[in-house]
């Protein structure tokens, strides 16, 4: 039973370029979020994915934007690119129904750089 | 607003030493959710446990315990008898009862040395 995929696992772009990292879900769950975590903090919440439609939303700017597929897969997208940006971007999957109660299972993360 | 403070920034053991990891949590909720995550060098996050408001029993699973303590907003993490394969980060996260998004403390970054 493969648990959350992310890809790729590292990306170096330079400033002002645009970013596609991808995601897929465990196995049965079909509720998707991303977080970013910079160097020496934990996770900041990015936003979810449900049913396609984004749920909620961390305090990130239109920059960051995103996508869920019939499969459940999900897509980040980062547009103009910063230096701020570089960070691990995690990607968790967890079954919607039960809420809160469905602890969240995370991916190996895609280690973003920016130049 | 929702926030989880984990007041230890680095900590260093020997090994077979007992260390205590502590959390302490702010939210207006009244039913929410507590994780502690590990978070070793390769970085994927692994679940540890999940504790919901209403209980507070505390829990040990082999050499991991956890007390919560609703009075004080707590809920430590101990090992006992530490192993060099318990250096990592330690995570505690906070997650409303609508289960939209977790909130993370800075993590604890736990060295245990042989």
């Known amino acids: 039973d493969a648990g959350v995929t992310q890809s790729p696992t590292h990306l170096i772009k330079t400033r002002g370029q645009q970013v596609t990292l991808r995601c897929s879900p465990k196995?049965?769950?079909?509720?998707v979020s991303w977080y970013q975590q910079a160097l020496g903090q934990g996770p900041q919440f990015i936003f979810q994915?449900?049913?396609?439609?984004?749920?909620q939303r961390g305090n990130f700017p239109d920059r960051f934007s995103g996508h869920q597929f019939p499969n459940y897969s999900s897509e980040l997208n980062v547009n103009a690119l910063l230096l701020g940006d570089s960070a691990l971007y995690l990607c968790?999957?967890?079954?919607?129904?039960?809420?809160?109660?469905?602890?969240?299972?995370f991916g190996d993360g895609t280690r973003l750089s920016i130049l | 607003a929702q926030k989880v403070t984990q007041a230890q920034t680095e900590i260093s053991v020997v090994e077979k030493e007992d260390v205590t990891l502590d959390c302490v949590y702010e939210?207006?909720?009244?039913?929410?959710?507590l994780f502690w995550y590990k978070q070793p060098p390769s970085g994927e996050l692994v679940f540890l446990i999940r504790?919901?408001?209403?209980?507070?029993q505390n829990e040990i699973s082999g050499r991991y315990s956890w007390n919560f303590q609703k009075s004080t907003s707590s809920f430590n993490f101990t090992i006992t008898a530490s192993q060099v394969v318990d250096s990592a980060v330690y995570f505690c996260?906070?997650?409303?009862?609508?289960?939209?998004?977790?909130?993370f403390g800075p993590g604890t970054r736990l060295s245990v040395l042989p």
């Open positions: 968790a999957s967890s079954s919607g129904t039960g809420g809160s109660r469905q602890p969240q299972h």
């Open positions: 196995s049965g769950h079909d509720t």
């Open positions: 994915y449900y049913e396609e439609e984004e749920r």
């Open positions: 939210t207006r909720d009244t039913t929410y959710y």
């Open positions: 504790r919901n408001s209403f209980d507070e």
């Open positions: 996260a906070l997650r409303d009862h609508y289960g939209q998004n977790f909130v």
